[in-house]
C-alpha cells in the first residue's frame, strides 16, 4: 500500500521548518518480514502503533498533540473490552457492546498526558443524542492504557446538570476526577 498526500508547495512536513519528523509527500507502510506486494492488508493495530509513536514525537517537537486522541482511545476500549466500533461520525455513540440481553450504545472519550498528575477535562458529551453510556479511556506516557472508566447516561446527564458550573451546564464538559466519582 502506498499513501502519497501532497501539498500546493510539494510536499506537507511535520515538525518545524529546521526539524522535520515526517515528510509525508510520500509515506509507504508495510510490514516488516513481508514483501512489500503483501503489505496491501495492514492491520489497524500496526497502524494505531505507528500514529501512536508519531503523535508522541509530534508533541515532543512542538508541544502540540496531534489530535488523535480519540480514535485511539476508541480503538484501546474496542480491544480491551471487546467492543464493536460503529461507522465514523454516528450520531450519538462510538462503540456497541452485546450483553446478552441489548446493545448498549457507548459514546468514547480520551484523554492523553504525557507526565503530570492531573487529567484535566473530559470532552464535551453529547446529551442530545441516543447512547446508553459514556466510557473515558485514560492514557499515558506513549499513549498506553492507563485506566478505562464508564457511566451510564442518567449518572452522566444528572452531573452535568447540577447546577454551578458553567463548563458542565453549557458545554457538557467536566473534570477527569468528577467522571471518575460518578
Not at 509527500?25 to 494505531?48: N, T
Not at 484523554?111 to 487529567?119: A, S
Amino acid at each position: 500500500l502506498r499513501l502519497r498526500l501532497t501539498h500546493p508547495t510539494g510536499s506537507l512536513k511535520l515538525g518545524t521548518p529546521d526539524k522535520p519528523i515526517c515528510n509525508l509527500s510520500s509515506v509507504e507502510f508495510h510490514s516488516p518480514g513481508q514483501p512489500e506486494e503483501d503489505s496491501e492488508m495492514k492491520s489497524e493495530i500496526e497502524i494505531l502503533r505507528q500514529v501512536k509513536k508519531l503523535a508522541v514525537d509530534y508533541y515532543e517537537l512542538t508541544g502540540k498533540p496531534l489530535g488523535v486522541t480519540g480514535e485511539i482511545a476508541e480503538a484501546e476500549a474496542a480491544e480491551h473490552l471487546g467492543l464493536t466500533l460503529t461507522e465514523a461520525r454516528t450520531a450519538g455513540y462510538d462503540a456497541i457492546r452485546n450483553s446478552g440481553r441489548r446493545l448498549c450504545k457507548i459514546q468514547i472519550k480520551g484523554r492523553w498526558k504525557q507526565q503530570g498528575t492531573k487529567w484535566g477535562r473530559v470532552g464535551s458529551i453529547n446529551t442530545d443524542k441516543e447512547f446508553d453510556s459514556v466510557m473515558l479511556v485514560l492514557m499515558h506516557k506513549k499513549y498506553e492504557l492507563a485506566e478505562i472508566w464508564e457511566a451510564d447516561r442518567e449518572a452522566v446527564v444528572a452531573r452535568l446538570d447540577r447546577p454551578g458550573s458553567k463548563s458542565r451546564n453549557e458545554r457538557r464538559s467536566m473534570g477527569v476526577a468528577q467522571f471518575k466519582s460518578i
